[in-house]
C-alpha cells in the first residue's frame, strides 16, 4: 500500500461511521492542520500519520534559545556557561522561560531559529511557578500560540518537545512522545504534565506542542537516574496563562493566600487516593487569626471544595486575588465549621 497508513479499526466500520466518511468525500477525509487524515480501504478505516514535521516548522520560528553567565562562577572560565530555552510570546521580543534558566545568569543572550543574536534582560521572575519572562529589543518575531484554558489534553496524546539540549549547538532540537500522565504534583507548587518526549538539560524553558501547533505546556524538569527513563514534566498551558497575565496585569503574581501553614496526611504525602483533610500548624496572617483558626484544625474545604493537597489548594487559589473573600471548612475544636476568610498575599520565600 502506498503511503504512511495505519490501520485504526479491522474489519467491521459502522454504517453510519462509513456513511459520514463517504459524505466526507468519499474516499478519504482531512483533518485539522497538523492532525491526521481518514481513509477506508476495503471497508476499513486507515489513519494517515500525523504530519509532524509540519508542526515542527510551524512552531520553531517561535523557540529560541538562551546562554548566558550564571552568577555565581563570575571567576570561572569563560566556557562556564550556562544555557536553556524560551518560547516568543509576544511578537515585539517577550519571551517567556523557566525562572531557573535565568534568575541567576549574566549577560543573557538569546539567539533566534534564524541564528540572529540578541542581548537580552530579565523582566519578571516567578520562583513558585518557574516561569520567567526576558525581553530583547526585535520586533516581528512570530509568536507562539499557547492552548486554550482550560487546557484540554489526554494522556496518549502526541506532543513535541523543541529545545536546546545538553549543547548550545544543539539548538532547535526535536523530540516527539506522548503526554504520560496529567496533574502531575513532582517537586512543584502546581500541577505538572508528565511526558515521555526526550527532555534534556537545556531543554527548560522550551515549549511541549500538541499536533495542532498549540504549546500546551513550558518543559520544566526531568527525573534523572539509571533506572528511570523518559519522565519529563512541564507547566500546562493554563498555568503559563496565569503567570503571565499576572505579569502584564501587575508586574509579578500576586498569589493568593489562605495565611496558613498547612501539613499534608501521610496518604497525600506519598501520593495514594485520599479525602483526609491537611493540618494547620500555624497561622501566618492576621486574617486567619483574626476568625479563629489556630494549629491543630483541620481544613477539609476552601468554597465548598475539597482540598487533601497544597497544590489541589494552589490549584484553586489560582482564580482569586489577595483581598477576596472564600469560605474555609475546618474541623476545630471537634466542630466542623465553616467561615469566611480574607485572602491575603503569598509571600515568597
Known amino acids: 500500500m502506498k503511503g504512511n497508513w495505519g490501520r485504526k479499526f479491522g474489519g467491521v466500520l459502522t454504517a453510519g461511521l462509513l456513511a459520514c466518511l463517504l459524505a466526507a468525500g468519499g474516499a478519504w477525509a482531512a483533518g485539522s492542520k497538523g492532525g491526521s487524515a481518514t481513509r477506508v480501504i476495503d471497508g476499513e478505516l486507515y489513519v494517515k500519520a500525523s504530519l509532524v514535521p509540519d508542526v515542527i516548522k510551524e512552531v520553531s520560528p517561535s523557540v529560541v534559545a538562551i546562554i548566558g ?46 541564528g540572529k543574536e540578541y ?8 520562583a ?39 549543547s548550545f549547538s544543539l539548538r532547535n532540537t526535536a523530540t516527539v512522545g506522548v503526554i504520560s500522565g496529567m496533574n502531575r504534583s513532582v517537586s512543584s507548587d502546581y500541577n505538572l504534565l508528565q511526558t515521555d518526549a526526550a527532555i534534556n538539560p537545556g531543554n527548560s524553558g522550551g515549549p511541549l506542542v500538541n499536533l495542532k501547533g498549540e504549546v500546551v505546556g513550558i518543559n520544566s524538569m526531568k527525573f534523572v537516574d539509571v533506572d528511570i527513563d523518559s519522565m519529563g514534566f512541564a507547566i ?18 500576586k498569589r493568593a493566600s489562605l495565611g496558613l501553614e498547612l501539613e499534608e496526611s501521610w496518604s497525600a504525602v506519598v501520593g495514594l487516593p485520599t479525602e483526609e483533610p491537611m493540618t494547620v500548624l500555624s497561622t501566618t496572617s492576621q486574617n486567619a487569626r483574626k476568625i479563629g483558626i489556630a494549629a491543630g484544625d483541620q481544613l477539609y474545604a476552601v468554597n465548598g471544595k475539597q482540598v487533601s493537597t497544597i497544590v489541589e489548594l494552589n490549584e484553586l487559589l489560582k482564580a482569586f486575588l489577595p483581598g477576596q473573600t472564600v469560605s474555609v471548612t475546618l474541623l476545630s475544636d471537634g466542630d466542623l465549621v465553616t467561615r469566611k476568610l480574607v485572602l491575603s498575599e503569598y509571600a515568597a520565600h
Do not use: C
Not at 500546562?236 to 503574581?253: I, M, N
Open 69 to 114: 553567565k550564571p552568577a555565581d562562577e563570575k571567576n570561572a572560565s569563560r566556557f562556564a556557561l550556562s544555557h536553556g530555552t524560551g518560547v516568543v510570546v509576544k511578537s515585539d521580543g517577550w519571551i517567556v522561560t523557566n525562572a531557573h534558566v535565568v534568575q541567576n545568569m549574566e549577560r543573557i543572550v538569546v539567539v533566534t531559529a534564524d
Open 128 to 166: 513558585a511557578s518557574d516561569l520567567a519572562l526576558v525581553k530583547i529589543n526585535a520586533k516581528g518575531l512570530k509568536t507562539a500560540k499557547l492552548a486554550a484554558a482550560p487546557l484540554k489534553v489526554e494522556v496518549g496524546e502526541t506532543v513535541i518537545a523543541i529545545g536546546t539540549p545538553v
Open 119 to 126: 542581548s537580552g534582560s530579565r523582566k519578571q521572575v516567578d
Open 236 to 253: 500546562p498551558a493554563d498555568t503559563v496563562r496565569y503567570v503571565l497575565e499576572h505579569f502584564d496585569k501587575y508586574g509579578k503574581v
